[in-house]
């Protein structure tokens, strides 16, 4: 199983995009999956986390600005962010976990200019 990545690019600051990650079979193998951003030179962390069952959760800094929702027919993930900031520039990874191994996407670069 795979996921990919689309709807990264660049954009100003107090704008907004929409990624997408798409799972090549079904996204109900996962539990959950979850949306990452790293910045170089710093650790990944977490943006936001959808289970099978809908639950959601959000990294503190992307709170009321990020939101995640999930296509169950499109076996697909997608994460409205809004209001971003420069400081949202980051490589956003897709991953779930199939069993005990960890599925990521190849990552998208999301890039927010001041």
């Known amino acids: 199983v795979q996921l990919v990545e689309s709807g990264g690019g660049l954009v100003q600051a107090g704008g907004s995009l929409r990624l997408s990650c798409a799972a090549s079979?079904?996204?109900?193998?996962?539990?959950?999956i979850a949306w990452y951003r790293q910045v170089p030179g710093k650790e990944r962390e977490l943006a936001a986390k959808?289970?099978?069952?809908?639950?959601?959760n959000y990294g503190d800094s992307v709170k009321d600005r990020f939101t995640i929702s999930r296509d169950n027919a499109k076996n697909a993930v997608y994460l409205q962010m809004t209001n971003l900031r420069p400081e949202d520039t980051a490589v956003y990874y897709c991953?779930?976990?199939?069993?005990?191994?960890?599925?990521w996407g190849q990552g998208i670069q999301v890039t927010v200019s001041s």
């Open positions: 991953a779930g976990a199939v069993g005990a191994s960890a599925v």
């Open positions: 959808i289970t099978a069952g809908g639950d959601t």
């Open positions: 079979g079904s996204i109900f193998m996962f539990k959950a």
